[in-house]
């Protein structure tokens, strides 16, 4: 009974012990960068803590790159299939007759996207909603996991 309890504990904080195992695996990942700090002058400190801030700094610009990049797309994305009339394939994606005869009975590309969005996009706001949610879900675990990892580094 009492593993099962844990069992139970572990399942409704699964999260939280996921966040602590990696922010410790990374501790101990840093943990010989950190050792070769000590006993150094100000200025060698001083080198390696602006080496990370960059290394952090750049992996950020580079997340906020590819997520303009991914946003800028599915923008392009949505705007094609709201205007497109008909379905248009590739040679190679044509396919077989009953593909093809599968197409022709399928609305156009514009109408689908009318009846998925509404009348007014108010389908698209949920989407957006729960993508926001998720990237600052992974964007607040990536904060803790760091500072927990700073945190085991310092003891």
């Given at each position: 009974?009492?593993?099962?309890?844990?069992?139970?504990v572990?399942?409704?904080f699964?999260?939280?012990?996921?966040?602590?195992?990696?922010?410790?695996?990374?501790?101990?990942?840093?943990?010989?960068?950190?050792?070769?700090?000590?006993?150094?002058?100000?200025?060698?400190?001083?080198?390696?803590?602006?080496?990370?801030?960059?290394?952090?700094?750049?992996?950020?610009?580079?997340?906020?790159?590819?997520?303009?990049?991914?946003?800028?797309?599915?923008?392009?994305?949505a705007?094609?299939?709201?205007?497109?009339?008909?379905?248009?394939?590739?040679?190679?994606?044509?396919?077989?007759?009953?593909?093809?005869?599968?197409?022709?009975?399928?609305?156009?590309?514009?109408?689908?996207?009318?009846?998925?969005?509404?009348?007014?996009?108010?389908?698209?706001?949920?989407?957006?909603?729960?993508?926001?949610?998720?990237?600052?879900?992974?964007?607040?675990?990536?904060?803790?996991?760091?500072?927990?990892?700073?945190?085991?580094?310092?003891?």
């Amino acid at each position: 009974m009492t593993t099962l309890l844990a069992l139970v504990v572990l399942w409704q904080f699964r999260i939280v012990v996921v966040y602590v195992l990696i922010s410790l695996t990374l501790a101990a990942a840093l943990r010989p960068l950190v050792n070769r700090l000590d006993g150094r002058g100000f200025v060698v400190r001083a080198a390696w803590i602006l080496l990370y801030l960059v290394t952090l700094g750049s992996f950020g610009f580079l997340l906020f790159l590819t997520g303009e990049t991914a946003i800028n797309e599915i923008q392009q994305l949505a705007h094609t299939v709201s205007v497109q009339d008909a379905w248009r394939l590739p040679i190679w994606l044509e396919g077989s007759s009953f593909q093809q005869a599968l197409v022709a009975w399928l609305p156009p590309p514009s109408k689908l996207f009318e009846a998925v969005t509404g009348d007014q996009g108010q389908l698209v706001l949920p989407a957006i909603l729960g993508f926001t949610q998720g990237i600052g879900g992974v964007v607040s675990g990536v904060l803790v996991i760091l500072f927990l990892s700073l945190y085991w580094s310092i003891n």
